[in-house]
């Protein structure tokens, strides 16, 4: 099977998903093509010309599957390449442009959303990393429709779409049992991590917010700030790390080898986010032994007990966080992860490709 597998913005979870998928599924013929993720507006729009110029030779070859990120205009390239457009088309979704929180001095994403929306519609198969993802997708779909001028009757072939689109999420890599171990007693419990992109819907404030509490009331912790980080991250990073260095182990990106040994250290992963579809970089320290503790909201009600959420509010996190730092008794077990992990979504993937539409 000849798959030509397109990721248009190739964000870090764009090209681990990527990456893993062709690993997992060797017996398949791929071909990949992706785009650098910079100049969004552009990127998003330009794609198909991107690669109608650059990558000509490649589309014009025949393909049984086109399997598309939803960054993607699946359907400008069918039209460009009608011979895609006979191949079997699906679609993954890693997030939605309907679900992304815009600040006021924001233009609205109206290119980016028309291009997920006519990339779905144009799919044979619609696929989303949770169930999260696609009802936000759906429900901001409808609720957009509605500013047309037409005042078009949406909903019927938005529930059409909820009803065949599928939710597979990101697996990530299976766990391995002495690796577990040595995490486990490498694991120091006061130590807080936060490896998330260095960006405002990540909701870096609230996290601070509370650390800082923390520290003026005397609570013990640690504390690793890692993730990505890009040339300009809220001014919330810099004033942090003057309020809380006496409290710090790390700060900023790390090699590979560094980042993992300082997962495998963690005791409490958190996330106080305002978007996320998925969270990879929490269900990584999960798998590694860190408790997780994350808002009650967006994708993760879904996903973690409620042993390990928080309601969503500072003083939620701030009462949670003090108690699993100052009394060991109240801390929930260590996560298993193991449905997370690829021998659970394999043959899920597999059959994604293989089924016939």
Request: glycine share 4%.
């Amino acid at each position: 099977m000849r798959v030509l597998l397109l990721s248009a913005y190739e964000a870090v979870s764009h090209r681990y998903w990527a990456q893993s998928l062709m690993a997992q599924l060797d017996e398949v013929s791929w071909t990949l093509l992706s785009l650098p993720p910079r100049h969004f507006a552009w990127r998003i729009r330009g794609n198909p010309l991107s690669w109608m110029l650059k990558e000509h030779d490649t589309l014009s070859q025949s393909f049984d599957v086109v399997l598309a990120t939803s960054m993607v205009d699946l359907a400008t390239l069918a039209g460009l390449f009608p011979h895609l457009g006979r191949a079997k088309k699906v679609v993954y979704f890693h997030e939605n442009q309907f679900a992304y929180p815009e600040s006021s001095d924001q233009m609205p994403q109206v290119e980016a959303k028309m291009v997920n929306l006519y990339t779905a519609l144009a799919a044979d198969n619609v696929v989303f990393n949770s169930a999260y993802n696609r009802d936000s997708f759906i429900d901001g779909a409808r609720a957009f429709l509605k500013k047309m001028p037409e005042n078009l009757p949406a909903a019927k072939p938005l529930e059409a779409l909820r009803e065949r689109a599928q939710v597979l999420p990101v697996p990530i890599p299976e766990s391995s049992e002495p690796c577990q171990q040595t995490a486990v007693n490498k694991t120091v419990p006061q130590r807080i991590v936060w490896n998330h992109r260095w960006e405002y819907d990540k909701n870096p404030d609230d996290f601070f917010a509370v650390l800082f509490a923390l520290s003026d009331a005397g609570v013990a912790f640690e504390l690793a700030v890692l993730g990505q980080r890009f040339r300009q991250a809220p001014a919330i990073f810099d004033e942090a790390e003057q309020r809380l260095a006496k409290h710090i182990v790390a700060w900023g990106p790390q090699p590979e080898e560094a980042y993992r040994e300082l997962l495998d250290s963690a005791g409490i992963v958190v996330s106080t986010t305002w978007h996320e579809f998925q969270g990879l970089a929490i269900m990584e320290a999960a798998q590694r032994g860190a408790l997780p503790l994350v808002p009650d909201r967006l994708c993760f009600p879904a996903l973690y007990p409620a042993a390990y959420r928080y309601d969503g509010s500072r003083e939620g996190l701030y009462d949670r966080l003090s108690a699993w730092l100052t009394d060991p008794a109240v801390r929930p077990e260590r996560l298993d992860t193991t449905a997370w992990e690829w021998p659970a979504w394999r043959e899920a993937y597999r059959q994604l490709l293989m089924s016939s539409t």
